[in-house]
């Protein structure tokens, strides 16, 4: 299968194995990330929660995260023993919040089926929840020192410029040609160190577009890419479409004690698991859910300006509405699927983004009020 996909006109460049990986390893001695806070005391379990918050996330945001996760999750048994929420909290802001839920089922797993201990067998890691080849591979090799090719986001930018890989990486057969040229490249010793610089590399030099440090670049007289004038063009973009917009209306109950009312949504879909307020499409389905959900007076409602939020594949228009609610009397603050949030008090749940901003901005808006200003 290789020797077919390497003779594909598509591939360019014969640079050699030995070649690249001496390269990389003598610039990785030098120039390479070594402080990293997952770097430290690298086991199996520390690497695993390093590799899935640093999915299309940058080290810059995950390293406050990682080490609150750390110092609250040391180990998978506190892990698959915490509740979801708590789990979800210490992921709010952080995005993609299926990363978060998968790590805490697979901790559960890894509990139940292994005692604890990170399975050390590429196939049973790839079989945990959340963990695809790439992450497997990087979570076996940086921190057991297996060899397991990687391929996340940095090493396709490489291996697409070093070997002018043709297409957007997205399709299947771009994906096998780039699995192919990074196991030809990927030697028996030091692979930790050689995947660890293969990262670096995409993360510092070998950057996106124009900003590509082509001139410090280790590899720089190997690279099919630089050789042709052609870096800013690979790897190929991803086909462009029209992001669709949904709009939303968020609706912030707010009582006479200025708490705040919020539900907990499905495990499933967007900001599964995550507390966030009720939301209606149009003014029609506010009235319908008010009268079936809100059993207060609303006495007043304001709408703020909408404000957008944008997924991978869709943009979410938000239109928050704050319904100051009356005659409130036994209402009780009680862990459940909705619950009168108390502003400013430090609970275990999870919020995505822009739920979190809106909780500020109240807690702001609600203070100056009572200030008179």
Known sequence: MQSTIFENATIKGSTSQKAVSDKLLTWFDSHGRKNLPWQQNKTPYRVWISEIMLQQTQVSTVIPYYQKFMRSFPDIITLANSTEDEVLN???????????????????????????????????????????????????????????????????????????VEGWYGHTKVQNQLWAVAENHTPEARVSDYNQAIMDLGATLCVRGKN?????????????????????????????????????RMLMFCNEDNDVFIEKRPPAG???????????????????????????????????????????????????????????????????????????????????????????????????TEMGT
């Open 90 to 164: 210490h992921w709010s802001g952080l995005g993609y919040y299926a990363r978060a839920r998968n790590l805490h089922k697979a901790a559960k797993l890894v509990r139940d089926e292994y005692a604890g201990d990170f399975p050390v067998e590429f196939d049973n890691v790839l079989a945990l929840p959340g963990i695809g080849r790439s992450t497997a591979g990087a979570i076996l090799s940086l921190s057991l020192q297996q060899r397991h090719v990687i391929l996340d986001g940095n090493v396709k930018r490489v291996m697409s410029r070093l070997h002018c």
């Open 270 to 368: 967007i900001w599964g698991g995550l507390w966030s307020f009720p939301q209606v499409d149009d003014e029609q389905n506010l009235k319908d859910w008010c009268e079936t959900n809100m059993p207060y007076e609303v006495s007043d409602s304001v709408c703020w300006g909408e404000v957008r939020h944008t997924f991978s594949h869709f943009h979410l228009d938000i239109t928050p509405v704050l319904l100051k609610v009356k005659n409130h009397t036994n209402i009780v603050m009680e862990e459940k699927a909705a619950v009168w949030y108390k502003l400013g008090q430090n609970q275990d749940r999870g919020y995505a983004t822009p739920v979190m901003k809106l909780l500020q901005k109240l807690q702001i808006e609600l203070l100056q």
């Open 212 to 248: 590509a440090q082509c001139q410090a670049c280790p590899l720089m007289e190997d690279c099919a890419a630089y050789q042709s004038d052609a870096v800013v063009e690979f790897p190929h973009s991803k086909p462009k479409k029209i992001i669709p917009v949904r709009k939303t």
